[in-house]
């Protein structure tokens, strides 16, 4: 499922995003619904929270990539961490409720007045 695509993505002057990390973001947001025993339904592919994950998740991707490359600390070690922060308490986030998915089968019954006479 797309939950999102490169044109979603703020830019950043440290990092290029991707094509790669969006696929990936986008199926690391379906394992932590899988994970999390959330049915996947196509209404959540807008869900403000998830697009969120998926964005944090595909920046933290490339600047992993980027800082596995320099090899040393310096900025994008710094972001890294940061990302990598955010994004696990983004995944802490996420639950049912969060998502305004309730288990709850609701009917709703009028009431009628009965005139007599």
């Known amino acids: 499922m797309e939950f999102i695509t490169l044109s ?24 932590v619904l899988l ?24 920046t933290y991707r490339a600047f992993l990539k980027k800082y596995t490359s320099a090899g040393n600390e310096n900025e994008y070690g710094v972001k890294l961490k940061h990302y ?17 998915i309730t288990d709850e089968i609701t ?3 009028g009431t009628f007045k009965i005139g007599r006479g």
């Open 35 to 58: 994970q999390k025993g959330i049915p996947i339904t196509i209404d959540l592919q807008a869900n403000i929270h998830l697009k969120d994950l998926a964005k944090t998740y595909a």
């Open 84 to 100: 990598e922060k955010l994004v696990k308490d983004m995944e802490n986030s996420i639950t049912k409720e969060t998502l305004g």
């Open 8 to 31: 979603d993505i703020p830019v950043d002057e440290l990092v290029q995003i991707e094509q790669a990390e969006i696929d990936e973001a986008n199926r690391y947001v379906e394992r």
């Open 107 to 109: 009917s709703i019954f």
